[in-house]
């Protein structure tokens, strides 16, 4: 049972534009969300996190939403570069059973030039 | 050392022979993880030491598989008769503490080829 969901394998946008990616998750233990990055032959990268006690947090050109009712968050890219290609993994972690750190699936962002 | 290291970074290994992979997590970090990533899958949690507290085995996929933390050092992962379907990259990582708050560091991961 995937607790951590990316419904999305892959995503192309233009360089410039927004790039979206969302994630859903099952566990309402979970008050801790991140995104990590992944480039080949690399391991994951912290990009951004995000608490429960929030609904939004921004990073330069990176901003995570919340939304908690509908165990929901997404995370946005703008202006995207092309840099910006990589997998993307969303993880979520709280207390009790939910205390590790649980990724989903990732989604494959392609910028194209 | 800077950052997570893991050795070897590479392995290739003959079905049925055991392998260990080495994890050296960021110095005075508490708790340490191993994940595995199979081609065209995403991250799957295998085993999580805190402190002296007893590790997390929830991710582990058969008896095959152990790891062993000493102390707050490094770790090994030990994979015993090796499978094809044990082709991954294994990734090890580490955190100040319990999660909450804080994020986790990777390693670069040791891919392991099982021909």
């Known amino acids: 049972d995937q607790q951590v969901k990316q419904n999305s394998p892959s995503l192309s946008v233009q360089e410039g534009r927004i790039s979206i990616l969302n994630c859903d998750y099952t566990?309402?233990?979970?008050?801790?969300f991140l995104w990590y990055k992944k480039y080949p032959a690399e391991g994951p990268t912290f990009l951004i996190s995000i608490s429960s006690i929030k609904d939004k947090n921004e990073d330069g050109r990176f901003t995570v939403f919340l939304n908690k009712s509908a165990k929901h968050l997404s995370l946005h890219i703008v202006p995207s570069q092309p840099g910006d290609s990589a997998v993307y993994f969303c993880a979520a972690s709280g207390s009790g059973s939910a205390r590790q750190l649980t990724f989903g699936s990732g989604t494959q962002l392609t910028v194209l030039p | 050392g800077a950052g997570v290291s893991q050795s070897p970074s590479n392995k290739v290994t003959e079905k049925g022979k055991d392998v260990e992979l080495r994890c050296d997590p960021i110095?005075?970090?508490?708790?340490l993880y191993w994940y595995r990533q199979r081609l065209g899958q995403g991250l799957e949690f295998l085993i999580y030491?805190?402190?002296?507290?007893?590790?997390?085995k929830s991710g582990l996929p058969s008896d095959r598989f152990s790891a062993e933390r000493t102390g707050e050092s490094v770790s090994t992962l030990t994979i015993q008769r090796t499978q094809q379907e044990d082709s991954a990259v294994y990734l090890c990582?580490?955190?100040?503490?319990?999660?909450?708050?804080?994020?986790?560091?990777f390693g670069e991961g040791s891919w392991l080829t099982v021909v």
């Open positions: 110095s005075g970090h508490t708790a």
């Open positions: 030491f805190q402190g002296n507290s007893a590790p997390d």
């Open positions: 990582a580490s955190s100040p503490a319990l999660l909450s708050g804080n994020t986790i560091y």
């Open positions: 566990n309402s233990m979970f008050d801790y």
